[in-house]
């Protein structure tokens, strides 16, 4: 919780799941997993950019933590995909003709 964006996910699941502790679970999840490059880098024992707070909350003896390396991280990576858009245009040309006949 101490990474602010998802703490404020996690208060905006609160208000949006309306009691429904089922749906809340799933928000929190999901935050989790958009957020899950932070957490892994700043919520384990060896990422890029180390919380001092969490290290010295896992590290201390009177309490039964231990500290997450970033596999462990309790998140997934949510793939990035890419969209593209081809325009197509087709002309048809429509050509008329005419025959006159004599007789």
């Known amino acids: 919780m101490r990474i602010d964006s998802l703490r404020k996910d996690y208060s905006g699941c609160e208000d949006r799941c309306e009691g429904n502790a089922c749906a809340e679970v799933i928000c929190q999840e999901t935050s989790r997993n958009?957020?899950?490059l932070a957490i892994k880098a700043r919520c384990s024992s060896n990422g890029d950019n180390i919380d001092p707070?969490?290290?010295?909350c896992c590290t201390n003896p009177d309490r039964d933590v231990e500290c997450l390396e970033k596999s462990e991280a309790p998140c997934r990576v949510l793939p990035t995909t890419t969209t593209s858009t081809a325009i197509s245009t087709t002309t048809v040309r429509t050509t008329t003709s005419t025959s006159t006949t004599t007789r």
């Open 34 to 36: 958009v957020a899950c």
């Open 53 to 56: 707070e969490y290290t010295r």
